[in-house]
């Protein structure tokens, strides 16, 4: 059953600097989005994703173009809002945006930032398991770097869900890491990542130590398996609108 969770406004939270993972650890615990990762998730995700600032800007954009009157715009795996804001910011008149999310801590955030910001489309947060979640009437459904975090066996019949509970002419916004059939290639972009990460500021410990919790909890797969999965669950057409190194945004259309 999913229960709206009925969030406690906090004083506002400063987000720090992302340092979870500057020190020797010895045995890496696996990743949790939990309150110290809450605490420094804006940091964490603008210094760790190529093009993150890119993919939620342009979730607006598709809001804007797809969104329709009496509809609902679903954000699973919110985290702290970004894309919610983003829709919400211009999404047509009389629709609502439904933010999702199982981290208590990231959800609590995202209360304090709704508490202290105006928006012309309401937000509601929802604390859930997205695999659990009723998608009902929506013209369009990003999931930005979530699908990742699910059980691989799963992942069908979710998007299988989202696209039957879609109006006609909706989208979905499907953000992930890929990986490549080649090592090779498979390789450098992975190293390119890493540089990149490294650019931002954070150590080879830190690097290394993060790849170690995280290994497992995310599992990537290819652009091809999702272009043919997102095919497989109904989707009419399905098209890759940004790649930076390992990291792409798919737009599929129902």
């Known amino acids: 059953m999913i229960i709206e969770k009925n969030m406690t406004i906090k004083k506002n939270a400063e987000h720090k600097k992302d340092t979870l993972f500057s020190h020797p650890m010895g045995a890496v615990q696996g990743f949790t989005f939990d309150a110290s990762v809450a605490s420094v998730f804006p940091d964490m995700i603008q210094r760790s994703v190529p093009g993150y600032s890119t993919v939620v800007a342009i979730s607006g954009v598709l809001a804007q173009r797809f969104s329709q009157p ?14 919610s804001f983003a ?32 928006v012309p489309t309401p937000i509601h947060l929802v604390h859930a398991d997205i695999v659990d979640v009723d998608i009902h009437q929506a013209s369009v459904v990003a999931m ?10 799963e992942r069908a019949k979710l998007l299988t869900r989202i696209r039957e509970g879609m109006v006609d002419n909706g989208v979905l916004i499907l953000s992930e890491k890929i990986q490549f059939d080649s090592t090779q290639v498979n390789e450098l972009f992975i ?3 890493h540089d990149f990460k490294r650019a931002n500021g954070y150590s080879d410990l830190e690097i290394s130590q993060k790849r170690d919790a995280i290994e497992n909890v995310l599992v990537p797969e290819s652009l091809a398996m999702h272009r043919q999965r997102l095919v497989d669950c109904g989707f009419s057409r ?7 190194f390992n990291f ?7």
């Open 70 to 83: 009496g509809t609902r715009l679903y954000d699973l795996g919110c985290s702290l809002g970004a894309t």
């Open 87 to 118: 829709m919400a910011q211009r999404a047509v008149d009389n629709c609502e945006v439904i933010a999702v999310d199982n981290a208590t801590a990231m959800l609590d955030q995202l209360a304090i930032t709704l508490a202290e910001q105006s």
């Open 144 to 153: 930005n770097y979530t699908l990742q975090f699910i059980d691989v066996a």
């Open 191 to 193: 190293d390119l990542h």
């Open 238 to 244: 399905v098209e890759v609108w940004f790649q930076c």
């Open 248 to 254: 792409a945004s798919l737009v599929a259309f129902k």
